[in-house]
Each structure stands twice: as C-alpha cells, then as structure tokens.
C-alpha cells in the first residue's frame, strides 16, 4: 500500500513564520507614530521655563504634630522622676499614630518656678525625629508646654 496524502507539518511552519513576521512588521511600523508626539527630550522650544523651583519653607504645625506635643507633655508632667530613676519613658499617641521614647527629664527650680525639661524620639508615618522641650508650672498648679522643637 502506497500512502499518496503530503503531510501538512512543512506547511503549518511557513504559515507560522509568516504571521510572526507580519506581527513584529506591524509593530515597528507603528512604533515612530508614538514616539513622534511627546517623547521629544532634546528640544528646548516645549520646556516650560516659567516654572522655578526654590527653598520649602518649614511648614506650619499641623494637628497630629500639636496632638502629639501634648501627648508627649502629659507623659513628661505626670511621669514620676523618682521611681524612674533615669530610665526611658515610652509614649504613644494612639490618635495620630505616632509613638516614642522620652530619653531623658531633668526637673529644676531656677528662679522659683518648678520646670522640666526633656528630649524625646518621635516615630511617624513621617519618619523618625528627635525632640526636645521644657514644660513649667504655672499658676493654679498647671503645667504649661513651652518649648518642643526638633534638635538640629
């Protein structure tokens, strides 16, 4: 018996060479269409030159920076510094997210008024800073936050 039927198997290889072929030539023909638009880097003629750029000023202090200036006041006035006896005091502000340790508190009583003075860590969604502060006794036996500044 004599099989008179051509396999197809060189056939179906040429058909497939020629459709890659077409494809890839499609996608290069199309390709400059899209680079002609916007991707030109090197004229100066569509760079806008009004735009200038300078120093950011410091920003204003926002809600979550004072709600955690209070938080870490009330954690400076009402630790007591006798039973901590130099340890770190951590705090935590569960409002803002915000969480640290206060490193140190010294208590003094220069000119009469009972003040405090500290340095702390602050740890938030901005990043990690350090701080430090002074909160003095006023009058009526209340304790007034001072100063709370970033330490350069």
């Known amino acids: 018996m004599e099989?008179?039927?051509k396999s197809d198997r060189h056939t179906k290889?040429?058909?497939r060479q020629c459709a890659a072929f077409c494809i890839v030539g499609l996608a290069m023909l199309s390709?400059?269409?899209c680079m002609a638009g916007g991707l030109d880097m090197f004229s100066s003629s569509k760079v806008d030159r009004s735009v200038a750029t300078g120093t950011v000023p410091q920003p204003s202090p926002t809600s979550d920076s004072l709600s955690d200036e209070m938080t870490v006041g009330n954690a400076v006035?009402?630790?007591d510094i006798q039973r901590l006896e130099g340890r770190p005091l951590p705090w935590a502000n569960a409002s803002t997210g915000s969480a640290g340790?206060?490193?140190t508190i010294v208590e003094n009583?220069?000119?009469g008024q009972v003040c405090r003075q500290f340095r702390t860590t602050r740890h938030s969604y901005v990043g990690i800073a350090k701080f430090y502060g002074k909160t003095c006794l006023v009058g009526g036996g209340n304790w007034q936050l001072l100063s709370f500044q970033p330490e350069s």
């Open 101 to 103: 340790v206060i490193d």
């Open 13 to 15: 290889g040429l058909l």
């Open 3 to 5: 099989v008179i039927a």
């Open 77 to 79: 006035t009402s630790a």
């Open 31 to 33: 390709l400059p269409g």
């Open 109 to 111: 009583s220069d000119s």
